[in-house]
Nanobody, 126 residues
Framework: QVQLVESGGGLVQAGGSLKLSCVAS????????LAWFRQAPGKEREYVAI????????HYADSVKGRFTISRDNAKNTVYLQMNSLKVEDTAVYYC???????????????????WGQGTQVTVSS
């Protein structure tokens, strides 16, 4: 069983930056594909960024490409999301997700992840 705890959310002005953290406990951290998803009010949960198991590759949604960076520290069992040049439309609850066996074609869809954090609110003001 893997437990995920996010932190780092908050209120920031448009153009600003935030760094989210997600600490994992249980399981073999290196072997997990880790992802950040977000969900705005009235919208479906959407993928933001993914770090494949063993940190082999990363993937980004087009809406955040060039502005957000996902990284992982296997020694600290932590995955990060550095968010720069934030926009009002980035406002959402951000969730960390993990799965040890998710395949490439399934990694962009939230229901395919086995483990989730509780979420952290990010609010970007204009």
């Amino acid at each position: 069983q893997v437990q995920l705890v996010e932190s780092g959310g908050g209120l920031v002005q448009a153009g600003g930056s935030l760094k989210l953290s997600c600490v994992a406990s249980g399981g073999s951290f290196r072997s997990y594909t880790l992802a950040w998803f977000r969900q705005a009010p009235g919208k479906e949960r959407e993928y933001v960024a993914i770090s494949r198991r063993y940190g082999t590759t990363t993937h980004y949604a087009d809406s955040v490409k060039g502005r957000f960076t996902i990284s992982r520290d296997n020694a600290k069992n932590t995955v990060y999301l550095q968010m720069n040049s934030l926009k009002v439309e980035d406002t959402a609850v951000y969730y960390c997700a993990a799965d040890s066996s998710i395949i490439l074609s399934s990694q962009y869809s939230a229901p395919n992840y086995a483990y989730w954090g509780q979420g952290t609110q990010v609010t970007v003001s204009s």
